[in-house]
């Protein structure tokens, strides 16, 4: 079992930054791929970011690209997500996701492991 736990959350202005953290307090924490995952209110949990076990490879959904970094630090067991350029439609529940696999995946059913969220909110 993995437990992930997301902070960082928060209401920001259009055009500000916020730095989302996931901690996953487990010694194996480097064996999984790692992920960030959006829902907006009446939509659908959406792809956002994912990190190789390593670090070495990531993947960013098109609206997010140039704005925001998935980074992780297995030392700490922590992955993070720094957002900039904040937009109002950024706004949504923001989740850490977690797999037991080398490769990457986009895919919500993807990911056995989950956080709780954190709210990010960007007003205009």
């Known amino acids: 079992q993995v437990q992930l736990v997301e902070s960082g959350g928060g209401l920001v202005q259009a055009g500000g930054s916020l730095r989302l953290s996931c901690a996953a307090p487990r010694r194996t924490f480097s064996n999984y791929v790692m992920a960030w995952f959006r829902q907006a209110p009446g939509k659908e949990r959406e792809f956002v970011a994912t990190?190789?076990?390593?670090?070495?490879?990531?993947d960013y959904e098109d609206s997010v690209k140039g704005r925001f970094t998935i980074s992780r630090d297995n030392a700490k067991n922590t992955v993070y997500l720094q957002m900039n350029s904040l937009k109002p439609e950024d706004t949504a529940v923001y989740y850490c996701?977690?797999?037991?696999?080398?490769?990457?995946?986009?895919?919500?059913?993807?990911?056995?492991?989950w956080g709780q969220g954190t709210q990010v909110t960007v007003s205009s």
């Open positions: 996701a977690a797999r037991t696999s080398m490769y990457l995946s986009r895919l919500v059913t993807g990911y056995g492991y």
């Open positions: 990190i190789s076990n390593n670090g070495g490879t990531t």
